[in-house]
């Protein structure tokens, strides 16, 4: 695949993320996506996804990532993006404050034979609880 090939992909699973279309994500990642960066408690591969995916659902039902830039070279694709929603039920640690959260993000993706087959990301978690957690207004 070329690497213009390799962005699409990247934007085709990020669209099935932001609509909710789990079912999309077999077509688009390996089944036995290594995945370094997991949260503990999850199962490995393609499972665990869709389960830490749910879960983030039920905990901010209007979450939302955009992607701000992809880079490509080779097998890989680093994206930089922002993840948005909003604290509705608890999750993930956090609680259920009702506040608004903007947070960036980047992961690294590598494809192989059309699919996805690693996801390495990382999250500015300390933001993220700081905006649940902040006080209305405050």
């Known amino acids: ?15 099935a993320y932001n609509t909710n279309n789990l079912d999309a994500l077999d077509d688009i990642l390996s089944p036995e996506i290594a995945t370094p ?7 490995p591969g393609l499972e665990g996804i869709k389960q830490v995916q749910r879960m983030t659902l039920e905990a901010w039902p209007d979450y939302q990532t955009e992607i701000e830039d992809l880079v490509a070279e ?8 922002t993840h948005i929603g909003t604290a509705v039920n608890p999750g993930f640690g956090l609680p259920g404050s009702g506040n608004r959260f903007r947070v960036g993000a980047i992961y690294i993706v590598r494809i192989a034979d059309g699919k996805i087959v690693e996801h390495t990301g990382w999250e500015d978690v300390p933001s993220l609880a700081q905006q649940i957690r902040a006080t209305p207004g405050g």
């Open 1 to 15: 695949m070329s690497t213009e090939d390799n962005k699409a992909l990247v934007r085709r699973y990020q669209e």
């Open 74 to 81: 080779g097998d890989q694709v680093v994206a930089r993006v």
């Open 37 to 43: 960066t997991r949260l503990p408690g999850f199962p």
